[in-house]
T-cell receptor, first 116, second 112 residues
Framework: EPEVTQTPSHQVTQMGQEVILRCVPI?????FYWYRQILGQKVEFLVS????????KSEIFDDQFSVERPDGSNFTLKIRSTKLEDSAMYFC??????????????FGPGTRLTVL | GENVEQHPSTLSVQEGDSAVIKCTYS??????FPWYKQELGKRPQLIID?????GEKKDQRIAVTLNKTAKHFSLHITETQPEDSAVYFC???????????FGKGTMLLVSP
């Protein structure tokens, strides 16, 4: 069964550094998402992406964040200047995009980002 | 935007008992309600979902009920087993992009 994959599994960085988190969504899926989960807390929506542009973003997704689909398979989240509070698990998700509002989302295994 | 409340935060049951987790949502336009199971350090895994045109859905030991009038939905697990121990998240999809708003999670502990 196809799965969403993410790399790296764990990223350690110094405060102020830039990081890029990578995701490969399921191949025939059209909608892509980034969520984050601070340790012990709920999963929070960051951004959705469709047809090569952002379709929705949350208040968390400020100017320090950006997303890109650089080729036909990868979907990346860039944090320009990391802060301590960016430490979290970042999940990528995708869905087929066939049923607006009600499509099942499939999550990747996550990247644990630690900002020192 | 949507707001999802989930209760209880922790639930301890004996193996074989039933477990019920409840969620309420705020946006009456939400019409898709998935439940995810997350084991420690792992990705959220979809275990069951329900769409607003259905009141109840069952898959073996797991069932979900939806009351659109009251804006709440519940997860029912019967004959619980130790391997059901995990954190369970409810969510609601509130826009055409299927963006999910999650509840805070319920840690289910099933004792043998």
């Amino acid at each position: 069964e196809p799965e969403v994959t993410q790399t790296p599994s764990h990223q350690v960085t110094q405060m102020g550094q830039e990081v890029i988190l990578r995701c490969v969504p399921i191949s025939n899926h059209l909608y892509f998402y980034w969520y984050r989960q601070i340790l012990g807390q709920k999963v929070e929506f960051l951004v959705s992406f469709y047809n090569n542009e952002i379709s929705e973003k949350s208040e968390i997704f400020d100017d320090q964040f950006s997303v890109e689909r650089p080729d036909g398979s990868n979907f990346t989240l860039k944090i320009r200047s990391t802060k301590l509070e960016d430490s979290a698990m970042y999940f990528c998700a995708s869905n087929e995009g066939l049923e607006p509002y009600t499509d099942t989302q499939y999550f990747g295994p996550g990247t644990r980002l630690t900002v020192l | 935007g949507e707001n999802v409340e989930q209760h209880p935060s922790t639930l301890s049951v004996q193996e074989g008992d039933s477990a019920v987790i409840k969620c309420t949502y705020s946006d009456s336009a939400s019409n898709y309600f998935p439940w995810y199971k997350q084991e420690l350090g792992k990705r959220p895994q979809l275990i069951i979902d329900i769409r607003s045109n259905v009141g109840e859905k069952k898959d073996q030991r797991i069932a979900v009920t939806l009351n659109k009038t009251a804006k709440h939905f519940s997860l029912h697990i019967t004959e619980t087993q130790p391997e059901d121990s995990a954190v369970y998240f409810c969510a609601a999809s509130w826009n055409r992009y299927s963006t999910l708003t999650f509840g805070k999670g319920t840690m289910l502990l099933v004792s043998p």
